[in-house]
């Protein structure tokens, strides 16, 4: 049964840690059967109500949108502003991992849409015109929306699912935008966060961290089930699809927020990290000596909003075309075994 990577409603009415469930997949009879027609046509097949039309457009009270599907909650009243585009807009979700975004290409246009990571219902889409301080506009539909007060949280409260293992990796391999989209597309990774690692939390923004002073370096943290992938599968990866011996740079990123280098959590990651740069070394895999540092892990700081999915919001920016997409179409030739399904299926 497939699984994704998410936060619930608890017995609390609380939104939990996020945990690992199963997905919901029905048949298109069976979600007939639960939606009306025009929730069925939004969710379902892709389609957008008109504006300022639907229900919830003017709602101002206080408590949580839950996927109109399956009850995951997306979005919260406190992040809900009018946008006058005559949809629900909000700042940001509820939870990074209870939306799921997506390149969408149709109609001529390049646009991210966003979906529920637990049912891949249709949502809405995402746009960088948004307030302050994500500076992103989530366009959603009413329709996929079921509006829930905060006193009535408990009426949708799940049984939280006994924790399965779930673990993390920090890499880093020069821009975290191409970094990040080469883990995403891997199955068995439930998440891939752009951030910083390797220096402090008082410098750990982006203007700072491109002065090359603050000690940081561009990174992603993986969050993976060790069951599907193992961490040495993810070094492979990472080590196939950067230059491990450039120092300090990577391509025309130059600095020394762009080197080569793992972030070990444990002795165990470092241990495996050391084996895999043995063997490589002792392979003769690169022209030239691995460079790459091993550092332990003191923190990982999550990089701005507009920093997260870049590739998916933007897969036509000349940098991403030119940098970015080789890599993740290396990945594709190169380790076909290891791909999403969906990864595996997209042009």
């Known amino acids: 049964m497939p699984t994704t990577y998410v936060r619930v409603i608890g017995p609390d009415g609380k939104l939990t840690p996020p945990v690992v469930v199963s997905k919901v997949i029905k048949t298109e009879e069976e979600w007939k059967k639960i939606l009306t027609p025009e929730q069925f046509r939004v969710t379902r097949g892709s ?75 249709h949502l809405g889409h ?53 970094t990040e989209a080469v883990f995403e597309q891997l199955d068995g990774v439930y998440d891939v966060v752009s951030g910083y690692a390797g220096g402090d939390a008082s410098t750990a923004n982006y203007p700072a961290v491109c002065t090359g002073t603050t000690g940081h370096a561009e990174s992603v943290k993986i969050v993976y089930d060790p069951a599907r992938i193992s961490f040495e599968k993810l070094l492979k990866v990472h080590f196939a699809t950067h230059d491990p011996t450039s120092l300090n740079r990577q391509g025309a990123d130059v600095g020394t927020q762009y080197r080569s280098a793992i972030f070990y959590a444990s002795d165990q990651q470092k241990q495996l990290a050391e084996a895999l740069i043995a063997d490589l070394t002792a392979a003769k895999a690169y ?33 991403i075309e030119s940098v970015a997409l080789p890599k993740v179409e290396k990945v594709r030739e190169k380790f076909k075994e290891l791909l999403k399904p969906q990864a595996a299926a997209t042009p």
Request: net charge negative; with cysteine.
């Open 126 to 178: 995402i746009f960088e015109d948004g307030p302050k301080p994500t500076g992103l506009r989530y366009c959603l539909n009413s329709e996929a929306l079921r509006f829930v007060a905060n006193d009535k949280l408990k009426d949708f409260a799940e049984k939280v699912p006994s924790q399965s293992k779930v673990e993390e990796a920090v890499f880093a391999g020069g821009c975290f935008w191409c």
């Open 287 to 319: 022209k030239k000596p691995i460079v790459t540092t091993l550092e332990p892990l003191k923190g990982f700081y999550p990089a701005e909003a507009h920093h997260q999915n870049y590739v998916c919001r933007n897969p036509n920016q000349g940098y």
């Open 47 to 121: 389609g957008t109500e008109p504006a300022f039309c639907g229900g919830l457009l003017k709602n101002k009270e206080d408590g949580y949108y839950l996927c109109v599907d399956c009850n995951l909650p997306l979005f919260q009243s406190n992040a809900k502003f009018e946008s006058g585009t005559g949809w629900p807009s909000f700042f940001q979700p509820a939870a990074p991992e209870n939306v799921r975004e997506k390149s969408d290409l149709s109609h001529g246009m390049v646009r991210t849409e966003i979906l529920c990571p637990r049912c891949d219902a």
